[in-house]
């Protein structure tokens, strides 16, 4: 059974980096032509995709977040991460790692992890 | 982008009665479009993709229908277990986007 798992600090400070990673087991990252995404939620409300990635490399951004994320995977662990730069309030979230049901598109998502709040405070 | 909005936000219902969730596409999405049920500190779960395909495990009881710019998530019974927000995403386009969520109350 795939398993993802977030893994990162809880707190961060504004205008620093926020940094995640997404352990897969159960399953090797490179099985597949699976697009892995990150997506997030702020306390009360709704779900933003922020990237995904290929195990080879290949990435998707959402343009409002573009300027500030850089996602990578990281295939000999079986990982991929998530870099937010110049974080701010508003980026107060439970962060997800999934992976989506359809392969070689976007998908939607069957395997997602537990969630990981990150909390931007001086 | 493509914008979702979902209906009601919220629906209130007793046990065994037929919830109807609605949700409308800014520009057609095919039937690139998935739903998603969401309890209290949980991770979203799929429900359904490409408009009426039911995932792993999912309950009969839960449907999907529509196409082009609108949709439906039906739950034909209402059962306790099934409070919860529901999302609607479409996967036709990046950047993918999700609806705004329908919360699904007891009354």
């Known amino acids: 059974q795939l398993q993802l798992q977030e893994s990162g600090p809880g707190l961060v400070r504004p205008s620093e980096t926020l940094s995640l990673t997404c352990t897969v087991s159960g399953g090797s990252i490179t099985s597949g032509s699976y697009l892995w995404a990150w997506i997030r939620q702020p306390p009360g409300k709704g779900l933003e995709w922020i990237a995904s990635v290929y195990y080879s490399g290949s990435t998707y951004y959402n343009p409002s977040l573009k300027s500030r994320v850089t996602i990578s995977v990281d295939t000999s662990r079986n990982q991929f991460s998530l870099n937010l730069n110049s974080v701010a309030a508003a980026d107060t979230a439970v962060y997800y790692c999934a992976r989506p049901l359809q392969q070689s598109v976007g998908g939607v998502f069957d395997y997602w992890g537990q969630g990981t709040l990150v909390t931007v405070s001086p | 982008e493509i914008v979702l909005t979902q209906s009601p936000a919220t629906l209130s219902l007793s046990p065994g009665e037929r919830a109807t969730l609605s949700c409308r596409t800014s520009q057609s999405v095919r039937s690139q479009l998935g739903w998603y049920q969401q309890k209290p500190g949980q991770a979203p779960r799929l429900l359904i993709y490409?408009?009426?395909n039911r995932a792993t495990d999912i309950p009969a009881r839960f449907s999907g229908s529509g196409s082009g710019t609108d949709f439906t998530l039906t739950i034909s019974s209402l059962e306790p277990e099934d409070v919860a927000l529901y999302y609607c995403q479409q996967r036709l386009s990046w950047p993918l986007t999700f609806g705004g969520g329908t919360k699904v109350e007891i009354k």
């Open positions: 490409d408009v009426s």
